[in-house]
């Protein structure tokens, strides 16, 4: 398993989810868990997906991830488990 942690943040529209989890389908892109918020308007989704099937490089994916995210108007950030496990220590 090759997990991955993808983040979406942004002003709440119809059709975020779809938009990613379309992405992560079409790329056979395995969501592990999934949690979300909306707060007075705003999105938060964060995600822990298994990229091991992928043929794609990690940096290709969360640049397509990326652009997602701008074609739909929120950040998405995709990062490797490890370095956000490191980024959060406490």
Same mark, same amino acid.
């Given at each position: 398993?090759?997990?991955?942690?993808?983040? %979406? %943040?942004?002003?709440?529209?119809?059709?975020?989810?779809?938009? %990613?989890?379309?992405?992560?389908? $079409?790329?056979?892109?395995?969501?592990?868990?999934?949690? @979300?918020?909306? =707060?007075?308007?705003?999105?938060?989704? /964060?995600? %822990?997906?298994?990229?091991?099937?992928?043929?794609?490089?990690?940096? $290709?994916?969360?640049?397509?991830?990326?652009?997602?995210? @701008?074609?739909?108007? =929120?950040?998405?950030?995709?990062?490797?488990?490890?370095?956000?496990?490191? /980024?959060?220590?406490?």
């Amino acid at each position: 398993m090759e997990k991955v942690i993808i983040t %979406v %943040v942004g002003k709440d529209t119809v059709g975020i989810i779809a938009r %990613v989890c379309t992405y992560l389908a $079409d790329n056979h892109i395995n969501i592990l868990d999934i949690s @979300q918020t909306i =707060v007075d308007g705003y999105f938060n989704m /964060m995600m %822990v997906v298994d990229i091991a099937g992928v043929d794609k490089k990690f940096d $290709d994916i969360a640049n397509e991830i990326d652009s997602v995210g @701008q074609d739909i108007g =929120v950040i998405i950030r995709a990062q490797k488990e490890e370095i956000f496990d490191m /980024m959060h220590r406490v």
